[in-house]
């Protein structure tokens, strides 16, 4: 399928060939669906809404709703204002939200819609019904990424959304960035270990990761409360757990209400899972209970018992920012030999943070960002890797090469399970151990010569 590729690397400067990324507003629905009752709208054309709505509904295996103004060449020529105020009267009125999430797509941003008059307008002639909140988030997809998206959500959810009464509530803000909903429910699992008061915002745990019982419920019990994050303006700290998209949220709350934040990388592996173990003890001035301290301990028995496996195996790496930077720390703690690490998203913060990971001891590694997946797949052909750690889109790159692939970070599309095991915490991480040493052993007890097939590993 990947036939022509060939291990020249190409220098291209106007060219994309499979960017490892996604459009914005896939980010901002998936954000907006963290929140309780809310429904995600699409400012933009049907083909838009449709396409991001499937996106995600074919990564977590749920039905995703969301709502679209339905733009047509009419609207391209006029605006797209009445569009957004009929559908606002139409969405309360058969959806019954407590909150609509609007997002902008390439149209309506083209066209120059300005959401914040529309919305104001629309409250104004009583389209909005009173008690019910619309906010919204620009997200331009010919700029940026699936992750800008998402982080530029976040923040129109601060900015319309918390409030400062001016008593402190005691509690800590936890911004997960993009994470599945299992990693949300593991977070939360720690964090009520240690007692700690605290709002996760956005949270899609409950909402994305429903047992089946028959009954669709459009707002399910999951999702970040309004009421809880209007009170995240009164907290004593936010933990932002990734440059990416905790950060310009963690920062809109320090300017808005001055709440302090601490940036911590998304908790994959130990290290990382430490640092946020050891943010919510400082912050709550709490202790860590004893069986934490027993599930790291089991997560470092794991590593010692695989670690002559992994030693120097070179791997690629490639995805959304935050998500990579957490996992390339985790790669290089379970000895690891990062080669590749790429992701589509834009960013130089994203080089420099890999590279202060890396250090002086993977001269040779090649860390880019805004890049593709065709470019990995000319280095891995120029010197090859014996592993890629990647979304689904990496199985073209896996098969031509015939390399395992461990399936990691946004979009899987085509396997199901995944969305129910955390990556992060102790848990997360050992539950990685296990798919990593799993890919690397039957690739090689299927390719190995007889006399090294091995029944005792
Ligand atoms: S790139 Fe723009 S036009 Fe295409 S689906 Fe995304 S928002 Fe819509």
Known sequence: ???????????????????????????????????????????????????????????????????????????????????LQQALVNIFSIYDPEVVAVHTTC?????????????????????????????????????????????????GIVSYLAEKSGLSNGSINIFPGWLDPSDMRELKRLADALTVPFTLCPDTSDV??????????MYPKGGTPVASIKGMGDAIATLALGEFTAYPSAQKLLDMHAVPFEKLDAPIGLTNTDNYIDALRRLGDVEVPAWIDAERGRLLDVISDIGQYFHQVPVAIFGDPDMVVGLTRFAIELGLYPKYIFTGATGRAFETRIKELLGDKYPDTVVRHGADLFELHERIKGEPVKLIFGNTYGKYIARAEDIPLVRFGFPILDRVGHRMFPVVGYRGAMHLVEKISDALLNHRDRTCAEEWFELVQ
């Not at 047992?211 to 419920?217: L, N, R």
């Open 1 to 83: 399928m990947l036939d022509v590729t060939t291990a020249t690397v190409s220098d291209r400067k106007a060219l994309r060939i499979n960017p490892a990324k996604t459009c914005q507003p896939i980010g901002a629905m998936y954000a907006a669906l963290g929140i309780h009752s809310c429904m995600p709208h699409s400012h933009g054309s049907q083909g838009c809404c449709s396409y991001h709505r499937s996106h995600l509904t074919r990564h977590f295996k749920e039905p995703v709703a969301a709502t679209t103004s339905s733009f047509t060449e009419g609207t391209s020529v006029f605006g797209g204002m009445a569009n």
């Open 208 to 217: 994305l990761d429903l047992p089946q019982t028959g009954v669709y419920e």
């Open 107 to 155: 149209l309506s941003e083209v066209i120059g819609d300005d959401i914040p008059t529309i919305i104001k307008k629309s409250r104004e002639e009583g389209k909005i019904p009173d008690g019910k909140i619309v906010i919204h988030a620009n997200t331009p997809s010919f700029v940026g990424s699936n992750v800008t998206g998402f982080s530029n959500m976040c923040t």
